[in-house]
């Protein structure tokens, strides 16, 4: 029933950053943890980044620090703040629940260059 849109991927140079956002076609307030996912080629895709409904986050170790989720149930939305960039931190980026519960949408592409 939901559809997952996410944009705000793009080219930047390593130490950047990016504002990723995923905008829900239907509620998620049922949905208990959300989460960035990102694929790279060659790799598995793997989640970067989870946030319940009540604000409790992880992170996987290649990415703390650096990157900040955020969730907005009201707005359907969720993001995620990409700073210091590496050129590692290239893939499809893609958010959705956890576990996986939605289709997946298209993603966005983040390039990081050095």
């Known amino acids: 029933q939901v559809q997952l849109v996410e944009s705000g991927g793009g080219l930047v140079q390593a130490g950047g950053s990016l504002r990723l956002s995923c905008a829900a076609s239907?509620?998620?307030?049922?949905?208990?943890?959300m989460g960035w996912y990102r694929q790279a080629p060659g790799k598995q895709r793997e989640m970067v980044a989870r946030?319940?409904?009540?604000?409790?986050?992880i992170y996987a170790s290649s990415v703390k620090g650096r990157f900040t989720i955020s969730r907005d149930n009201a707005k359907n939305a969720v993001f995620l703040q990409m700073n210091r960039l590496k050129p590692e931190d290239t893939a499809v980026y893609y958010c959705?629940?956890?576990?996986?519960?939605?289709?997946w949408g298209r993603g966005t592409q983040v390039t990081v260059s050095s």
């Open positions: 959705n629940a956890d576990p996986v519960l939605l289709p």
């Open positions: 239907g509620s998620i307030f049922g949905i208990n943890a």
């Open positions: 946030m319940t409904s009540g604000g409790i986050t």
